[in-house]
């Protein structure tokens, strides 16, 4: 697919893009012209926060969670307020957001979902669902919840559209024209600001690949956090109701660096998936997400991981559990 574009000679924003968008708009379910393709999550991010007015607002989001989410914010001109963790969960605690927030970014952590169908937002929402694609709360699958849906297509994500790469998600019509709108920056007439946002007809061909593939990304995915479970790691998980991704497998335990040490001398990566010095804010102030920063390592799961290698890792951790 990825050849066919560059043989066309258009490899820009044009029908590979509106493609890729529609089969994105197939698989979660939407009806087309409810996507809208981008060059990352941050700029996702970014394009959410402002299609929501976003600037001189509080933006909740969670004090554990990725950079982006204050990059964002920050960039779109709100004023961060953060959500420190839950205790059984290193998502966010929705029931502690700020009275003053107007609008929420809530990330599903490590393809572990959480279910807010039935909270009532009186605020804007924003689902992240950068490392949850593919997972599903009450039968239906992440994207949707709030008000806008963003994805990442990073190259270490559940896909990927060659390297980098975005989608925004809406059923809100005038969303989804303001976000096109903002898109598409030349020839434009009426000189309003609009960055370069857009993603590639090359990148959305990988990205139809990549989707074409993606069942069999999670059930090699499954397959792997399955060998850890019957190992009897204790492993991070969800509750009923819930059916997650398996877009990282995390040990809970304090041996953190006796783990990774271990894996290390055998060639393995293991990592903490977010240390206390990435947290978005005072540890003192969000102790639930400081503790998940102390109590977590991040086992290999990739769909190209080999069984050989997944005993190996099992071996080398279960002698230091
Ligand atoms: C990766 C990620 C992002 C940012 O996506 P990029 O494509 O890397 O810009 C945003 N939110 C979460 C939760 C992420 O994991």
């Not at 409810?34 to 969670?62: E, H, M, R």
């Not at 991040?298 to 890792?313: A, F, G, Q, T």
Request: aromatic residues 10%; glycine residues 6%; charged residues 20%.
């Amino acid at each position: 697919m990825a050849l066919q574009v560059i043989q066309s000679g258009w490899v820009a924003q044009g029908k590979a893009v509106e493609r890729f968008e529609n089969e994105f708009c197939d698989f979660l379910g939407l009806p087309y012209g409810s996507a809208v393709a981008v060059s990352s999550g941050t700029a996702a991010l970014y394009l959410a926060l402002l299609a929501l007015d976003a600037k001189g607002k509080n933006i909740a989001f969670p004090a554990y969670s990725c950079s982006a989410l204050r990059n964002a914010t920050a960039l779109a001109g709100g004023n961060p307020l953060l959500v420190d963790s839950m205790l059984d969960s290193p998502n966010m605690d929705i029931y502690t957001i700020d009275n003053n927030a107007n609008i929420a970014i809530i990330p599903h952590m490590y393809g572990l979902p959480q279910d807010f169908t039935k909270h009532n937002f009186k605020i804007s929402v924003i689902e992240d669902c950068a490392q949850s694609l593919g997972a599903r709360v009450a039968q239906t699958l992440v994207g949707l919840q709030g008000n806008i849906g963003i994805f990442s297509f990073y190259a270490t994500k559940l896909m990927t559209t060659g390297g980098q790469g975005g989608m925004i998600v809406s059923r809100d019509a005038s969303i989804i024209n303001e976000l096109k709108d903002y898109r598409l920056f030349d020839r434009r007439f009426d000189a309003k600001v609009r960055f370069n946002f857009q993603m590639t007809d090359l990148q959305a061909a990988i990205g139809s690949a990549q989707l074409q593939q993606f069942p069999n990304f999670l059930k090699r995915r499954a397959d792997i956090f399955q060998q850890y479970q019957e190992a009897n790691f204790p492993l991070l998980d969800v509750g009923q109701d819930i059916q997650p991704v398996r877009f990282r497998a995390i040990l809970r335990t304090t041996k953190q660096n006796e783990i990774i040490t271990a894996l290390h001398q055998d060639n393995i990566s293991a990592v903490i998936p977010l240390q206390d010095l990435e947290l978005l804010g005072p540890k003192e102030v969000y102790p639930n997400a400081y503790a998940w920063t102390k109590n977590t390592v991040s086992l290999p799961i990739y769909p190209s991981l080999k069984d050989e290698d997944v005993k190996r890792i099992i071996h080398i951790v279960k002698n230091v559990l």
